[in-house]
């Protein structure tokens, strides 16, 4: 499994990113795409998961309403869409997977569930 996570950049409050993730072919069948960030000094955090299916996602309650998870299984590539961004939204995200066999909904937002991970995007928000 391969991810590559791009669309990271120095915005201004108030304004949207979309972060992109392009998966190795095959990656997106029964699994979970997240995206997982790391500010400064913090632990790592699932703001956003969804199931290859798409019957479920997730959402970390910090971002909720401002962000949105997405991916196309043709294109093998997960997408997050993220508005109103805050400067606490200032990070390194990343792009993760893993098995849809292994999560629940009470584990998807769990860091420690993601087997694969990609490199990470530096996403810098200004106030």
């Known amino acids: 499994v391969q991810l590559q996570a791009s669309g990271g950049g120095l915005v201004q409050a108030g304004t949207s990113l979309r972060l992109s993730c392009a998966a190795s072919?095959?990656?997106?069948?029964?699994?979970?795409m997240g995206w997982i960030r790391q500010a400064p000094g913090k632990e790592h955090e699932v703001v956003a998961a969804?199931?290859?299916?798409?019957?479920?996602?997730f959402y970390a309650d910090s971002v909720k309403g401002r962000f949105t998870i997405s991916r196309d299984n043709a294109r093998n590539t997960a997408y997050l869409q993220m508005d109103s961004l805050k400067p606490e939204d200032t990070a390194v995200y990343y792009c993760?997977?893993?098995?849809?066999?292994?999560?629940?909904?009470?584990?998807?937002?769990?860091?420690?569930?993601?087997?694969?991970w990609g490199q990470g995007t530096q996403v810098t928000v200004s106030s």
């Open positions: 993760a997977a893993t098995p849809r066999s292994k999560v629940t909904k009470a584990t998807i937002g769990r860091p420690t569930e993601y087997d694969f």
């Open positions: 072919e095959g990656t997106f069948v029964n699994a979970v």
């Open positions: 969804i199931v290859w299916s798409g019957d479920i996602s």
